[in-house]
């Protein structure tokens, strides 16, 4: 039987239960605010810190550790964008106070072909002109990077017609073609094919992938344009010889080089410089191996 005692014992029991379930239910709730408040500012905007009403002095506390934390992570952000401006600004100055001398070297290198000289000395001449050469794509290709990646503002699109754009880039690299050897295999279609599109830009583009064929085409390579429902596709592609070394899905990294060992000019840069370019017109590039043959896809919308 139970006691007056026992009974004010047992209801006490059943308040501190449905208390402590209630503080429970608040602290799960004010944990599921937090939740949802650390997943609005990593979606929306990850300057923003946990705004919530909490009613719990330790999960308070908790939030304003986050907070403080999303402060620290704020500033390291901050000062990330403020080095990476500071490193754009310095490969800049350098690749332009380079070209001054350059120009100067090449210069005078060229006077000296003019000369007599001994076979030797001709040698000698002809591997510093080679090399000054050299330093010269690399510093431009720098140079235009740093130029590329700092500039935000929008690229101005013109109605451009691919059907005449690639036929007269073809014939305005046809000597240096020629002079790598290589057949060009085109394929057209009939009709015009429009796209909206930076005619300087898409020329870089395509020097950038010509310059890729250079250097490992042997006998030929491909130009095909085909027309899609969204735009159009420029695909471009020769045989390699050895399919296994080239990574495809890392081929527009910064400084990739299929060949690490090769010294014939490049920074590694131009195919990323090609993919930024084609990026700032609205468009799209992509790589494949099939049967043994590298394909680029540049896209590009009406």
Known sequence: ????????????????????????????????????????????????????????????RLASEINRNLDHQKDLKLEAERSRKQLQQSISDIA????????????????????????????????????????????????????LESD??????????LMEFLPEFIVENETLIRQHGLTPEITLPEQSVFVMANKEMLSRVFSNL?????????????????????????????????PAAIDVEHIFDRTYRADKARTDGSAGLGLYIARLLTMKQKGSITASMEDGKLFFDVRLTK
């Open 1 to 60: 039987m139970l006691t007056y005692g026992m009974v004010g014992a047992l209801a006490l029991c059943v308040l501190i239960i449905a208390f402590l379930a209630f503080r429970l239910l608040l602290i799960k709730k004010d944990l599921r605010q937090i939740k949802e408040e650390l997943a609005r500012t990593r979606e929306e905007d990850y300057n923003r810190n946990l705004r919530v009403s909490l009613s719990d002095g330790d999960v308070e």
């Open 152 to 161: 935000s503002k929008p690229v101005e699109l013109v109605k451009l017609d």
């Open 96 to 147: 332009h106070d380079l070209r001054t001398p350059l120009t100067v070297v090449k210069g005078n290198l060229q006077m000296l072909e003019k000369e007599e000289l001994s076979e030797p000395g001709r040698e000698s001449l002809r591997i510093s002109a080679r090399k000054a050469e050299t330093l010269k794509q690399m510093v431009d290709e720098f140079f235009e990077l740093s130029v």
């Open 210 to 242: 010509m310059g890729n064929i250079f250097k490992y085409a042997k006998d030929a390579f491909e130009l095909r344009l085909l027309e899609e429902a969204e735009g159009a596709r420029i695909r471009v592609g020769n045989q390699v010889e050895d």
